[in-house]
């Protein structure tokens, strides 16, 4: 598994995963379901190990984008339920009822794409329901949840497993919006009992669980959290640090005071200097934003991205680091423990959950922990 040419290196606890979905778990009543969100490969960091390592702790509710994650998770697990957000349509309604995938259904195209599925495969066949309730992204508009309400017949060969909404603005525990949303899926939920009967909902990401037990309802589908993001942006941390990420100095070399590093000379050196040319860039998800803004760590130093990010190579003034560990082959440390995705995501104007999805392909994936 570990590949000695490798010049970048994810490291991805999975029993730090394990322990955060226990830890969202545990703030639950009991009966309430903690799902997992594994969508854009697990956020970058491989959707079948963390699955099937949450499988082992008894998640048995998986939530991904597309037909195709939700394919390649069901290779690795045997049952549970894989729901997908996207839905669907005529065109992938067969390979979501061949590797028993549950749609999420937005809106009454999609109502109407599986009712014909589970006409053709004269069967019942099990959905998720999605409202909006102030997104306004996917999810059955007001007026379809009115009809869907009314109109039994649209849900016919239909087993609605689950009610779900979504927030808009969860990490904000202030935001009045989510009363707003909770009271507007509480209304539809009891519109819908009428013709539906009541069915587990489900409204919370990992965020709305920090709102309280109001919010929970019979599932929660935390992503980011267990990936060690702080789903409480204005507190600390709750959750454990999940990755780390170092990557290979291909050069060190001396540049004299006055002389500018990587393209545009954007960064000045006000001082002889020495720096090193560490192996990732923006085609790995360094993105480019953090030019002369993050930082990494050799040797216990805080060392500075100086220039540009480019495509495959960062620069870094390691000036105050000692010849003998800022050295070619040695690595440095760009993710840690104390400069995390979220310290890099506010160094490239961005979020976490960008920092986390675009971790590239070119790095070695490393696993720790149990893997069933
Ligand atoms: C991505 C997503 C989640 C998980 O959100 P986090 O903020 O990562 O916890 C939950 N529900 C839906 C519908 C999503 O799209």
């Given at each position: 598994m570990t590949n000695e040419r490798s010049s970048g290196i994810l490291t991805i606890d999975l029993d730090a995963v394990a322990a955060n979905w226990r830890s969202l778990k545990s703030r639950l009543q009991a009966g309430t379901l903690c799902a997992a969100v594994v969508k854009a490969d697990g956020y970058g960091l491989g959707a079948t190990?963390?699955?099937?390592?949450?499988?082992?702790?008894?998640?048995?509710?998986?939530?991904?984008?597309?037909?195709?994650?939700?394919?390649?998770?069901?290779?690795?697990?045997?049952?549970?339920?894989?729901?997908?957000?996207?839905?669907?349509?005529?065109?992938?309604?067969?390979?979501?009822?061949?590797?028993?995938?549950?749609?999420?259904?937005n809106h009454l195209g999609q109502i109407e794409a599986?009712?014909?599925?589970?006409?053709?495969?004269?069967?019942?066949?099990?959905?998720?329901?999605?409202?909006?309730?102030?997104?306004?992204?996917?999810?059955?508009?007001?007026?379809?949840?009115?009809?869907?309400?009314?109109?039994?017949?649209?849900?016919?060969?239909?087993?609605?497993?689950?009610?779900?909404?979504?927030?808009?603005?969860?990490?904000?525990?202030?935001?009045?919006?989510?009363?707003t949303q909770r009271a507007?899926?509480?209304?539809?939920?009891?519109?819908?009992?009428?013709?539906?009967?009541?069915?587990?909902?489900?409204?919370?990401?990992?965020?709305?669980?920090?709102?309280?037990?109001?919010?929970?309802?019979?599932?929660?589908?935390?992503?980011?959290?267990?990936?060690?993001?702080?789903?409480?942006?204005?507190?600390?941390?709750?959750?454990?640090?999940?990755?780390?990420?170092?990557?290979?100095?291909?050069?060190?070399?001396?540049?004299?005071?006055?002389?500018?590093?990587?393209?545009g000379a954007t960064h000045l050196l006000p001082r002889p200097s020495r720096i090193a040319v560490v192996a990732a860039g923006y085609a790995d998800g360094f993105l480019r934003s953090a030019s002369n803004r993050a930082s990494a760590r050799l040797g216990g130093l805080s060392v500075p991205v100086v220039g540009r990010v480019s495509m495959d190579l960062i620069t870094l003034d390691v000036t105050d680091v000692p010849e003998t560990i800022a050295r070619p082959g040695a690595f440095v440390d760009l993710l840690d423990g104390t400069y995390n995705v979220e310290h890099l995501a506010t160094d490239a104007g961005t979020i976490p959950y960008e920092i986390l999805t675009a971790l590239g392909h070119r790095y070695e994936r490393r696993y720790l922990g149990t893997s069933p």
């Open positions: 190990r963390i699955a099937a390592r949450l499988y082992a702790e008894g998640c048995r509710d998986f939530f991904v984008a597309t037909p195709d994650e939700g394919i390649s998770l069901r290779r690795v697990l045997p049952d549970g339920a894989i729901y997908v957000l996207a839905g669907v349509d005529s065109a992938t309604a067969a390979a979501l009822t061949e590797h028993r995938l549950t749609p999420v259904l599986w009712r014909k599925a589970a006409a053709a495969a004269g069967s019942t066949l099990p959905s998720v329901l999605h409202l909006d309730t102030g997104m306004n992204r996917l999810g059955l508009p007001r007026d379809e949840v009115a009809r869907v309400a009314s109109e039994a017949p649209l849900l016919a060969g239909l087993k609605t497993r689950l009610v779900m909404s979504h927030l808009v603005s969860s990490e904000l525990a202030s935001d009045p919006l989510n009363e507007r899926f509480d209304a539809s939920l009891s519109a819908l009992s009428a013709s539906l009967g009541t069915k587990p909902a489900s409204l919370a990401n990992s965020s709305g669980i920090f709102l309280g037990p109001a919010f929970h309802y019979a599932m929660v589908r935390p992503g980011v959290a267990l990936y060690g993001v702080n789903p409480t942006p204005n507190a600390p941390n709750p959750m454990m640090e999940v990755l780390r990420l170092a990557a290979k100095i291909l050069q060190v070399r001396r540049v004299d005071r006055g002389e500018t590093v990587g393209y």
